[in-house]
């Protein structure tokens, strides 16, 4: 019983190198969510997904980008690192849009 | 706009009651949720109120007043495994048609022996 599955876990960048985080759920969850946290600055929205092929902005989307094309799957893109996106991220999904929250074990990324 | 206000830290007792509160304002509410997360490790789901009054699930109880936009959580009989951060969220409404979770900074609980 997976979950919520995100790779990789450790990851060091480079300014300016691109890379994707994966996230998989194994919950038939409709509903997919990208969120990264700061000390000092608590979880914030950066991308979600309402179903498959569907995806919309969240509080802080700029220099991310998103694709939901499996229901199971949520990337999450780079595709130019900056040192300001040092952060730890975590995918996380519903059933719904009202029901609890179900998150995978983080991403550290470190952008040199 | 969205505004979250929860303590930064509290430290408590083994043993003893801890209540940790959480101010919101933020339009188009529809539900708080509590989430406790360890050092290192991902958010998990405790509690959830979308109505005013009391929730009870074991040792955590979470109050909700919509009308004063407050909320709480109750840890009881305090476990040195509580040691934690305890993250208030509330669903409220960015535009469009998806009301997402909204996380205040969180509170860090260190339970003393």
């Known amino acids: 019983n997976a979950g919520v599955t995100q790779t990789p876990k450790f990851r060091v960048l480079k300014t300016g190198q691109s890379m994707t985080l994966l996230c998989a759920q194994d919950m038939n969850h409709e509903y997919m969510y990208w969120y990264r946290q700061d000390p000092g600055m608590g979880l914030r929205l950066i991308h979600y997904?309402?179903?498959?092929?569907?995806?919309a902005k969240g509080e802080v989307p700029d220099g991310y980008n998103v694709s939901r094309l499996k229901k199971q799957n949520f990337l999450l893109g780079l595709e130019s690192a900056a040192p300001s996106q040092t952060s730890v991220y975590f995918c996380?999904?519903?059933?719904?849009?009202?029901?609890?929250?179900?998150f995978g074990s983080g991403t550290q990324l470190s952008v040199l | 706009g969205q505004n979250i206000d929860q303590p930064t830290e509290m430290t408590a007792t083994e043993g003893a009651i801890v209540q940790i509160n959480c101010t919101y304002q933020?339009?188009?509410?529809?539900?708080l949720f509590w989430y406790q997360q360890h050092a290192g490790e991902a958010p998990t789901f405790l509690s959830y109120?979308?109505?005013?009054g009391l929730e009870e699930k074991g040792r955590f109880s979470s109050f909700l007043s919509r009308s004063k936009g407050y909320s709480y959580l109750l840890l009881k009989e305090l476990q040195m495994k509580d040691s934690a951060s305890y993250l208030c969220?509330?669903?409220?409404?960015?535009?469009?048609?998806?009301?997402?979770?909204?996380f205040g900074k969180g509170t860090k609980l260190s339970v003393k022996p």
């Open positions: 109120n979308v109505l005013d």
């Open positions: 969220a509330v669903r409220a409404w960015l535009g469009g048609s998806q009301g997402n979770l909204i």
């Open positions: 996380a999904s519903s059933s719904t849009g009202h029901e609890k929250l179900f």
């Open positions: 933020t339009s188009g509410f529809n539900g």
């Open positions: 997904s309402v179903g498959e092929g569907t995806t």
